[in-house]
């Protein structure tokens, strides 16, 4: 079984223990750099000449081993110490991105360059991802885990913040390889905070189990279900449409029409201001349909679309991408507080990769066909199919009775099996333990 967190420390954050405040700022300075990084990449891609169907292939490349590899990254991390599989997973992402930076300082880097060093990012996240959602996890008691994730989200979120405004600003004015290089850098230095995280002792593996075993078992916990599959088939659609907006469409347009990196760097900003300002919001508030409440926020992803597609000027775009940001942060927690009450915490970082994986799983096609579609669509047509689409997203998921009932429940173990009993009874009660 899983161990306990440590005793936390007395104080006004006496329920944030030693590895959440290292986990948390580690977080803090590896999203710093990894803010500006996609905007860096953009638009050394479009300055060396390249089109917007380059970006997409780049950004699919990043996306393909982060699909490919989530659920070996999952398995690893619910059976091994998982600082060491953030720390390992940090060191590669770092060597990756220096490489990167290299490239692009040192002269004009080919497409079949930018793709394989992108794809090494992309692999350094598959390793990273489950392993962190477990950290945190084990890191604070349940009756604690609405406000640690808040808190969390709100440290990582204020990342993006300063880090998209600086990458974008540097960007303009040093060039993308100083910004892929400062994020290089936040690898290394974020790799060096965790290596200070108590280890937390593995879940050990079942009698003459392996890792197969343990994968099937992680797929049960999933697949059984159905509010949690839902959303992640909602979700695969709806990332692919929204990513397809955020690394392709906005830089593209940001050079046509706008300002390019700086004023891009700067929307981006306004979306963490967005992200930061409802944390801090969703610290207190504490919604009794965990997951009703955060599919209204998803509402809001396809705002900043609907803003590119009609050509709105700067203020407007940073107001669509701070709505956009409200309503990510208003999902990720109730959907973080969902995850925790309802999932074992031994399987917790296997159908954590389950649910990435099927949420980015066509990621890399709608990245590699944002191009295409925009020279068939036009990037006007392209943007309001997106934005369509996450509505019609939106509406449909709230179609499925588990989700509007799902309910927040007093703090107690998770439950063992799938709630669709408790899920069934009628909407005035508390989803309970199966």
């Given at each position: 079984?899983?161990?306990?967190?440590?005793?936390?420390?007395?104080?006004?954050?006496?329920?944030?223990?030693?590895n959440?405040?290292?986990?948390?700022?580690?977080?803090?300075?590896?999203?710093?750099?990894?803010a500006?990084?996609?905007?860096?990449t953009?638009?050394?891609?479009?300055?060396?000449?390249?089109?917007?169907?380059?970006?997409?292939?780049?950004?699919?490349?990043?996306?393909?081993?982060?699909?490919?590899?989530?659920?070996?990254?999952?398995?690893?991390?619910?059976?091994?110490?998982?600082?060491?599989?953030?720390?390992?997973?940090?060191?590669f992402?770092?060597?990756?991105?220096?490489?990167?930076?290299?490239l692009?300082?040192?002269g004009e880097?080919?497409?079949?360059?930018?793709?394989?060093?992108?794809?090494?990012a992309?692999?350094?996240?598959?390793?990273?991802?489950p392993?962190?959602?477990?950290?945190?996890?084990?890191?604070?008691?349940?009756?604690h885990?609405?406000?640690?994730?808040?808190?969390?989200?709100?440290?990582?979120?204020?990342?993006?913040?300063?880090g998209?405004?600086?990458?974008?600003?540097?960007?303009?004015a040093?060039?993308?390889?100083w910004?892929?290089?400062?994020?290089?850098a936040?690898?290394?230095?974020?790799?060096?905070?965790?290596?200070?995280?108590?280890?937390?002792?593995?879940?050990?593996?079942?009698?003459?189990?392996?890792m197969?075993?343990?994968?099937?078992?992680g797929?049960?916990?999933?697949?059984s279900?159905?509010?949690?599959?839902?959303i992640?088939?909602?979700?695969?659609?709806?990332?692919?449409?929204v990513?397809?907006?955020?690394?392709?469409?906005?830089p593209?347009?940001?050079?046509?029409?706008?300002?390019?990196?700086?004023?891009w760097?700067?929307?981006?900003?306004?979306?963490?201001?967005?992200?930061?300002?409802?944390?801090v919001?969703m610290?207190?508030?504490?919604?009794?349909?965990?997951?009703?409440?955060g599919n209204?926020?998803v509402?809001?992803?396809?705002?900043?679309?609907?803003?590119?597609?009609?050509?709105?000027?700067?203020?407007?775009?940073?107001a669509?991408m701070?709505?956009?940001?409200?309503?990510?942060?208003v999902?990720?927690?109730?959907?973080?507080?969902?995850?925790?009450?309802?999932?074992?915490?031994?399987?917790?970082?296997?159908?954590?990769?389950?649910?990435?994986?099927?949420?980015?799983?066509?990621?890399?096609?709608g990245?590699?066909?944002?191009?295409?579609a925009?020279?068939?669509?036009?990037l006007?047509?392209?943007?309001w199919?997106?934005?369509?689409?996450?509505?019609?997203?939106?509406?449909?998921?709230?179609l499925?009775?588990q989700?509007?009932?799902?309910?927040r429940?007093?703090?107690?173990?998770?439950?063992?099996g799938?709630?669709?009993?408790a899920?069934?009874?009628?909407a005035?009660?508390?989803?309970a333990?199966?």
């Open positions: 079984m899983q161990s306990q967190p440590p005793p936390p420390p007395a104080g006004r954050f006496a329920w944030a223990s030693r959440f405040r290292i986990q948390t700022a580690a977080t803090v300075v590896s999203g710093l750099g990894n500006g990084a996609p905007i860096a953009a638009f050394a891609i479009l300055d060396g000449g390249g089109s917007t169907a380059d970006i997409g292939y780049v950004t699919a490349a990043r996306l393909l081993p982060t699909v490919l590899l989530l659920v070996i990254g999952g398995a690893l991390a619910d059976r091994l110490p998982r600082h060491h599989v953030m720390v390992g997973a940090n060191l992402s770092a060597v990756s991105q220096g490489a990167l930076a290299l692009v300082l040192t880097p080919t497409l079949w360059q930018l793709m394989l060093f992108s794809a090494g992309g692999a350094g996240y598959a390793f990273y991802s392993a962190s959602g477990g950290m945190i996890l084990e890191s604070v008691t349940p009756e885990a609405a406000r640690a994730f808040a808190v969390y989200r709100t440290g990582f979120n204020g990342a993006q913040i300063g998209a405004a600086l990458g974008g600003a540097l960007t303009a040093v060039g993308a390889g910004v892929l290089a400062l994020d290089a936040c690898f290394l230095a974020a790799a060096a905070l965790r290596f200070l995280l108590e280890p937390q002792a593995p879940t050990a593996p079942a009698e003459g189990g392996g197969l075993r343990e994968l099937r078992e797929w049960h916990e999933f697949s279900r159905r509010w949690l599959w839902v992640v088939l909602q979700f695969s659609m709806l990332v692919a449409c990513g397809a907006v955020e690394a392709v469409y906005g593209a347009v940001a050079k046509e029409r706008l300002g390019g990196a700086r004023d760097g700067l929307a981006m900003a306004a979306y963490g201001v967005g992200l930061v300002a409802t944390g919001l610290v207190r508030w504490q919604p009794r349909r965990i997951l009703l409440v209204w926020g509402f809001l992803f396809g705002v900043p679309a609907l803003a590119l597609a009609v050509s709105a000027p700067l203020p407007v775009l940073c669509a701070f709505l956009s940001g409200v309503g990510v942060t999902f990720g927690v109730n959907w973080m507080i969902a995850l925790q009450q309802e999932i074992p915490a031994e399987a917790f970082s296997r159908v954590a990769a389950y649910d990435e994986l099927g949420s980015l799983s066509l990621a890399p096609l990245a590699a066909l944002a191009g295409p925009a020279d068939l669509l036009g006007s047509g392209a943007l199919s997106c934005a369509v689409a996450s509505l019609v997203l939106s509406v449909a998921v709230l499925e009775p989700v509007r009932r799902l309910s429940r007093p703090a107690g173990p998770p439950a063992a799938p709630p669709a009993d899920l069934a009874k009628p005035e009660e508390p989803a333990a199966a």
